[in-house]
């Protein structure tokens, strides 16, 4: 088939442009479309509706209000946003009767027999804002829901109160059980004042007073708790702070202690400090009446400023605390909030100033600084040019996006504790798959040899805890999925797992200089060799159904593609005298030859290898052009010519075919499930635009590529005077 021709009139990339053009180019479009961004910080209510640990939001009506009588009805509306017109899949389970209204349309009535099972819901999202209401009626089965994603782990959404009053907060507001309904459903216009009714739960804020430490914490004699805003200078006056306190009493500027009372008593502080932001700290501790604080700042052209930004807060104050006097907590290692103190009563983060207004970290970025398996190889991708194209500035992207995940690790495990369900890292706080850690945490290991990344080290012995240890085996150790993110996924074995863990357990090996893992990689590789290599074709069927006891036969490309990578990663690190190097060695070649003899005519792989009306697929492609390309370089291919001419053929057909002069990355296919039916991969599962699953692998090719005619002066010297049609002979 010729799905990719239609490329042609695209791309303006020929096979004479320089390589390093080419990769940066995709690189700098990668870049520029994802840039370097914090999480959101948002106000999470102190709320009875929250997040399960599958990221949907459970409505426990009944709990909320016990008294609640059979037809009374309780709304509760959020919002959501969408960057894009675009279908959604999401589940609702009935726990009574409900009725889903979408930006004011009823897209959803259930039925009695609908009020036990989940319910898979598609629904149109469009650009801009989408509003959700929720009508649950106590019925004689009960009352209550649970809604959210349908995909936990891809599509964590958050949804966000919709009212002006809360604009920015995480969370659903909702109403008191009523007879009647609603007097409007809420929809993309309107507002909370239209709707004819009060909401909850009720915003209570205290204000910034003698008392407010007391309402925020209750009397604590013998604790403290600290203050933070920011002074937003704007002149070379002297600043003039002035206020009382209720209690003993340190201010600090910029970490400089100013001021210090042990009693009650009047604040009066004059300091001098340079036109800009500084950080102003308060430490008070509840003495034997009370606690608390008031400052003014006393000038024209200062004024107090939000400390950092969260949205639905109000006021410029936030608190930490409280903890005993004793502890020694410095509020500057939690001022980048990507931390937790740990204190003798607990874990905490921090407050705003009103009743249950807790700050949270969500992660509202499309790509960066999300951790997942696709990502890993991208950012492996965007590395590897990097070293090699002498760009520090791309290194330091990869490293932040890492680092932005790692070092906010111990804050999502307690976010996931505390609310359910984190709002950030939501795939590494909750590891139960190879997916989930694997692909990321090899990448994770290669950034920090560049630099020691936070948290880095922790998580790379939770990864291989989770593999050795954790992770299902068969009985012959082999890793497969006994439970999948599907039920159908339950019992099978993927190809894709190879990817998964091999070049984790490489590159842990080198870190802890244990080589029980590289001996572990060796023997996984062999073992899904047999149950998964098909003698006829010398190529992988994708997938293994143990409890069948049957492949699935199909010869997905991507499938192949994380199997052959995954040979040439334990190659480059696994000693010749190894008791499996020889069988690794043929176990590479083998594969290699088969997938040699299905290159397609225009030197791309299909998608289904053996079938060549399938779409030429840009992912494995690049996959084969990477371990083709060290098979040439390390040695390891007996007769390299046709290989360096499959590697020449299908690097011309990606940038002649599939990346066009803004860098823009075509024909890679989707994420996948998986299936015994050949007319699935071939139909069902289309490619998509700059997928990342394709992105870092082009990468990662071109770079092989370019190192293999580097090791090779005659080849090198040839291609450059346009002359490949000799290169081979």
Same mark, same amino acid.
């Given at each position: ?103 004011? $349309? ?7 027999? =609908?009020?036990? @099972? &989940? /319910?898979?819901?598609? %629904?149109?999202?469009?650009? +801009? ?123 600090? $500027? ?7 009372? =042990?009693?009650? @008593? &009047? /604040?009066?502080?004059? %300091?001098?400090?340079?036109? +800009? ?132 690790? =111990? ?319």
């Amino acid at each position: 088939m010729e799905q990719l021709q239609f490329f042609s009139k695209e791309v303006s990339m020929s096979h004479s442009h320089r390589i390093e053009d080419v990769l940066m180019t995709i690189a700098h479009r990668y870049i520029g479309t994802n840039p370097a961004r914090p999480p959101e910080y948002r106000i999470t209510r102190e709320n009875a509706i929250k997040k399960d640990s599958h990221h949907r939001y459970v409505f426990p009506i009944l709990a909320m209000f016990p008294e609640m009588k059979e037809g009374e009805k309780v709304y509760a509306w959020a919002k959501l946003w969408a960057e894009e017109d675009h279908s959604f899949a999401f589940l609702l389970t009935c726990l009574g009767p409900v009725r889903l209204y979408h930006n004011g $349309v009823k897209r959803f009535g259930s039925t009695h027999e =609908e009020e036990a @099972g &989940d /319910i898979r819901l598609s %629904l149109h999202l469009v650009k +801009g804002w989408n509003h959700f209401v929720l009508e649950i009626e106590k019925g004689v089965q009960g009352s209550g829901a649970v809604f959210g994603t349908g995909n936990r782990k891809n599509f964590p959404y958050h949804f966000l109160a919709p009212s002006l009053d809360r604009d920015g907060e995480e969370g659903w507001i909702y109403t008191e059980p009523m007879l009647g309904n609603l007097e409007s459903i809420p929809s993309m216009s309107c507002r909370e004042y239209s709707t004819g009714c009060n909401w909850f739960p009720k915003i209570i804020r205290f204000p910034q007073n003698e008392s407010h430490l007391a309402a925020m914490y209750g009397m604590k004699k013998g604790y403290s708790a600290y203050a933070w805003t920011k002074i937003k200078c704007g002149s070379l006056d002297s600043l003039i702070l002035k206020g009382k306190t209720y209690g003993p009493i340190k201010v600090f $500027v910029n970490g400089e202690e100013l001021f210090q009372q =042990e009693d009650q @008593g &009047d /604040i009066d502080v004059v %300091l001098k400090v340079p036109v +800009g932001l500084h950080d102003l700290v308060v430490k008070s501790d509840c003495g034997n009446n009370h606690w608390g604080f008031t400052l003014e700042l006393l000038s024209n052209h200062d004024e107090f400023g939000t400390p950092h930004e969260v949205k639905g807060a109000i006021g410029t104050w936030l608190y930490l605390g409280p903890f005993l006097k004793d502890e020694k907590i410095m509020i500057s290692d939690y001022m980048s909030m990507d931390s937790v103190p740990i204190n003798k009563e607990g874990e905490s983060f921090f407050w705003c100033s009103g009743k249950g207004e807790y700050v949270r970290a969500f992660l509202e970025n499309p790509l960066f600084g999300k951790w997942n398996y696709p990502l890993g190889v991208t950012l492996n991708g965007l590395m590897e040019a990097a070293k090699e194209l002498s760009r520090p500035d791309v290194i330091d992207y990869v490293l932040n996006h890492v680092e932005f995940a790692t070092s906010r690790y =111990e804050y999502s495990k307690w976010d996931q504790k505390q609310y359910g369900a984190a709002g950030i890292n939501n795939q590494l706080s909750d590891i139960d798959s190879l997916d989930d850690c694997g692909s990321f945490g090899a990448l994770m290991l290669l950034a920090n040899k560049h630099r020691l990344l936070k948290g880095a080290g922790e998580i790379a012995d939770i990864i291989a805890e989770y593999i050795m240890n954790q992770q299902s085996r068969l009985d012959d150790g082999a890793l497969y999925r006994e439970v999948g993110v599907s039920r159908k996924m339950d019992n099978t074995m993927w190809c894709d797992d190879m990817y998964m863990s091999v070049p984790f357990l490489c590159r842990y090996a080198e870190y802890t200089k244990d080589s029980s893992y590289i001996n572990e990689a060796a023997s996984q590789l062999l073992l899904y060799k047999k149950y998964l290599y098909m003698n006829e074709s010398l190529l992988m069927s994708h997938v293994y159904h143990v409890k069948e006891k049957r492949p699935t036969l199909t010869t997905w490309g991507r499938g192949n593609g994380w199997v052959l990578f995954s040979l040439t990663e334990l190659l480059k690190v696994l000693p010749d005298n190894h008791e499996h190097y020889q069988a690794i060695l043929a176990y590479y070649r083998q594969l290699a030859e088969g997938v040699l003899k299905v290159q397609g005519t225009h030197g791309f792989w299909h998608q289904v290898l053996t079938d060549h009306e399938s779409y030429e697929e840009s992912s494995c492609t690049s996959m084969f052009i990477y371990a083709f390309a060290h098979g040439v370089r390390f040695g390891w291919l007996e007769d390299k010519a046709p290989y360096i001419q499959a590697i020449l053929s299908g690097w011309k057909g990606l940038t002649q075919r599939a990346i066009d002069k803004q860098g823009n990355v075509y024909g890679v296919c989707q994420g996948s499930s998986y299936s015994f039916s050949h007319f699935y991969y071939k139909h069902e599962l289309p490619w998509k635009l700059n997928d990342t699953h394709g992105i870092g692998i082009v990468l990662l090719a071109g770079i092989e590529t370019m190192r293999m005619l580097n090791s090779q002066v005659k080849l090198f010297e040839n291609v450059n005077t346009g002359k490949t049609s000799s290169i081979c002979k």
